[in-house]
């Protein structure tokens, strides 16, 4: 029997969406409205005849897959063009307290855009574009593979405390 781990409650507060910083192609990009972004990757269990045990031989982990949509704000055609020549840009999303150590960072160095629509319910007009990252070895760092995002968690909270 494991004990249970002491509860450690954070004084953090979730950083508001409004805090992002897109980045595009190396340019800061004022004109994101909204976006999504999917992260997944398919595991399957891979059961044998294991001497009378139900518990699984291996995960199998298979690639990690990023999609995702953003909705701009259409006051050039500089995503539409990016969609048309399939220019695949990359794609940086950076939301941070006051502090430069809490953060999250989401970076696709290529990124696809798949589907661009113009959206005209607003007063103002949108593009709509769905994008998928592209796996390369800028984003996978010193693992030596190939990944299509790179996320990484700053934060100061100590080191195995789970918040």
């Known amino acids: 029997v494991v004990a249970e781990p002491t509860p450690a409650y954070s004084t953090y507060i979730p950083i508001a969406n409004y805090k992002a910083a897109v980045t595009i192609a ?6 994101v409205q909204e976006g999504e972004l999917t992260i997944s990757r398919d595991v399957d269990l891979l059961h044998t005849l294991n001497a009378g045990s139900n518990d699984p ?3 199998f ?22 969609y048309l020549n399939n220019s695949q840009p990359s794609l940086n999303i950076l939301w ?10 989401l970076n696709l160095n290529k990124c696809a855009y ?18 998928y990252g592209i796996a ?7 693992s030596g593979g190939l990944s299509p995002i790179k996320a990484t968690l700053l934060n100061t909270s100590a080191a195995s405390t789970y918040v």
């Not at 190396?26 to 004109?31: A, K």
């Not at 798949?114 to 994008?131: I, M, N, P």
Request: hydrophobic content about 40%; cysteine-free; charged content about 20%.
């Open 57 to 59: 031989y291996k995960l």
């Open 96 to 105: 941070e307290h006051t502090a430069a150590t809490d953060s999250l960072a």
């Open 136 to 142: 390369n070895s800028t984003n996978a760092g010193a």
């Open 114 to 131: 798949t589907a661009a629509e113009v959206k005209r319910g607003e007063q103002y007009v949108q593009l709509e574009v769905e994008f």
């Open 26 to 31: 190396g340019s800061p990009s004022l004109i």
């Open 61 to 82: 982990s298979g690639a990690v897959t990023v999609e995702g949509k953003l909705t701009f704000i259409y006051e050039t055609n500089a995503e539409l063009l990016r």
